[in-house]
């Protein structure tokens, strides 16, 4: 990332960024704490021994979010370190007029193969029973068979339709349904935002002028520090600001 392209987006406004996700986010683990705690308090007062693996994760998210606060106020003012400042683009892709992002093909054939096995699966619990089953049992067995194999495969066309293409003035999100296009000009921001141990290590995410997340692309992507880095040069082109943020909550500034 070029000087030019930083100064470009430290200028660009700050209505832009995205806080507000943060506040749903802080507000998602609060609402799940409390209720994981009111559960763990009700079960207690019925008798039942599990009230105390509900208190338990309850105190376990609370000890995370206060380190998270706490992790938030230790960062530095410029925020946490960055680490897209070290992808580059590879050879040719900022150059060309349209580039595409795709699973690797390894990804791919990994979840066709796990669409293999959910296909066998049905057979194999159907001859592996003991008396077979008939009647209801069967039709049970038929039905989770069913809803199973046909998700694998879904999910199988799903990741072969997936892909992320851009272009000098927008971005494409092809997927299972319609392609959701997202142009440059419309944007408000873009973020790098790490991930929590669930999921992918990062996400890139796209939000509108209202601080709203509209589009996020997983690194589980193939290239994907080549996809930031290029996402980047087009978004500080048209001035939009880009922030980091990493897994306990701090941003960039």
Same mark, same amino acid.
């Given at each position: ?29 609060? &609402? ?9 308090? &009700? ?24 380190? #998270? ?10 925020? *946490? ?36 096995? #959910?296909?066998?699966?049905? *057979?194999?619990?159907?001859?592996? #029973?003991? *008396? ?12 989770? &068979? ?31 349904? #319609? ?38 692309? *997983? ?35």
């Amino acid at each position: 990332m070029t000087d030019d392209f930083r100064d470009s987006a430290s200028s660009s406004t700050d209505a832009a960024h995205p806080g507000l996700s943060a506040t749903r986010e802080r507000f998602v683990v609060i &609402w799940v704490t409390a209720a994981f705690a009111g559960l763990g308090v &009700w079960r207690y007062l019925v008798g039942d021994s599990s009230a105390f693996l509900f208190l338990g994760l309850a105190s376990l998210l609370f000890a995370l979010f206060v380190y #998270s606060l706490f992790r938030q106020r230790r960062a530095a003012p410029e925020g *946490p370190p960055d680490p897209s400042t070290q992808w580059r683009l590879a050879a040719g892709i900022a150059d060309g007029g349209e580039s595409m992002f795709r699973y690797s093909s390894g990804s791919i054939w990994a979840v066709r193969i796990v669409a293999l096995i #959910s296909l066998l699966l049905g *057979p194999a619990i159907y001859l592996a #029973s003991s *008396p077979r089953p008939l009647g209801g049992e069967l039709y049970g067995i038929g039905v989770f &068979w069913t809803l199973l194999s046909g998700a694998s495969f879904l999910a199988v066309r799903a990741c072969e339709r997936f892909g992320v293409e851009v272009t000098h003035i927008e971005i494409v999100h092809h997927r299972l349904r #319609s392609s959701l296009t997202h142009s440059f000009q419309a944007l408000g921001s873009i973020a790098l935002l790490e991930g929590s141990g669930r999921g992918p290590s990062y996400v890139l995410a796209l939000y509108d002028p209202q601080g709203r997340r509209v589009d996020q692309f *997983p690194s589980t992507l193939d290239g994907f520090e080549n996809l930031v880095a290029l996402v980047k040069v087009r978004a500080f082109e048209f001035g939009l600001k880009y922030r980091y943020r990493d897994m306990w909550g701090s941003w960039t500034t």
